[in-house]
């Protein structure tokens, strides 16, 4: 006899379909056979192969065990890492506090563990979502460099996730973040207008004072927290989103991130004092979201305050 408590992830299938997917010797005339017999039920009632199964529901099989062998699942998400410090989470998001060092997508390199792997096999586990009973695939909203630590915005559905691409690309969702840069800021708070052109190749960008070909238009707001003689703690708002705006436009007007080794003074070295610890959702209109609207989330334990605190930037 089996028993089986049906997961949110694996909801809304058939019965005969669910268990010719579980059960990898279960012969289909069989299972029909037994359904018929009232062998196999659902919530100890009769059950029909074409009856949807909901969560919560408990399927019960009365067969003998050597049909009842289930078939062995490997996923790649599964070699994935544990370790998710999660800010806050309801039914369509998650708010991740990335650490330094993993990577939000898989690269060539490093394919297994990486931020948008250890979402999925978290959810797998908790039985909220399954590669064999979903047409979505859990996904990030926006990305942090691999050496960037903080907030990144992960989605359980697709409509969350349409909702949350549409609010970032509107701007409709701030996010602040603190840096450490080189030099005291000569204004206590400002906001910085440039231009950012991207060479593809290189993965890099520069920054000019005027438009140039091929470039856009970029605007960064910052206001100082704490000074140093040599160094300046940011909290910087990004009022346009480009690839290493922040890294690039402070070193344009000649205050680099400590650790930047791609725009900075450390070359070769790329631990940038770069964190992106708060976020704001400010809606417009109303959406699936609108209960998150106005609320503002934050990462504790930020790392990088405490080393600027112990001058380990200096």
């Given at each position: 006899m089996k028993s089986i408590t049906i997961t949110a992830g694996d909801a809304g299938q058939r019965v005969d379909r669910y268990i010719l997917k579980t059960f990898d010797k279960m012969p289909k005339s069989l299972m029909f056979k037994e359904i018929r017999k009232k062998n196999i039920k659902v919530n100890k009632k009769r059950?029909?192969?074409?009856?949807?199964?909901?969560?919560?529901?408990v399927l019960e099989l009365y067969l003998k065990d050597d049909v009842l062998h289930e078939k062995t699942k490997y996923y790649d998400f599964l070699k994935a890492g544990t370790k998710l410090d999660i800010i806050y989470e309801d039914e369509n998001i998650v708010l991740i506090n990335k650490e330094i060092g993993v990577l939000c997508h898989p690269d060539g390199r490093d394919y297994t563990d990486n931020l948008v792997a250890r979402l999925k096999r978290y959810l797998y586990e908790k039985g909220e979502w399954s590669p064999d009973s979903s047409s979505f695939t859990p996904s990030l909203a926006n990305r942090l460099d691999r050496n960037t630590g903080g907030i990144v915005i992960a989605a359980k559905n697709s409509a969350s996730l349409k909702t949350l691409n549409t609010k970032l690309k509107s701007r409709e969702i701030d996010k602040y973040y603190l840096a450490v840069v080189h030099g005291k800021m000569p204004q206590p708070g400002e906001t910085l207008t440039a231009y950012l052109t991207k060479d593809e190749r290189k993965n890099k960008v520069s920054v000019s004072e005027q438009e140039q070909p091929g470039s856009k238009k970029i605007i960064t707001r910052y206001s100082v927290l704490d000074y140093y003689p040599d160094a300046s703690l940011l909290e910087?708002?990004?009022?346009?989103?480009?690839?290493?705006?922040?890294?690039?436009?402070?070193?344009?007007?000649?205050?680099?991130?400590?650790?930047d080794g791609k725009y900075g003074e450390n070359k070769g070295r790329y631990r940038q004092a770069l964190y992106s610890y708060k976020l704001i959702f400010d809606f417009s209109d109303e959406n699936n979201l609108s209960y998150l609207d106005k609320k503002e989330f934050q990462a504790k334990n930020i790392k990088l305050l405490t080393d600027y605190k112990e001058r380990k930037f200096i």
């Open positions: 059950c029909a192969p074409e009856q949807i199964l909901n969560q919560g529901d910087i708002k990004l009022l346009t989103g480009r690839t290493h705006q922040i890294r690039a436009h402070l070193a344009h007007v000649g205050h680099p991130l400590f650790g």
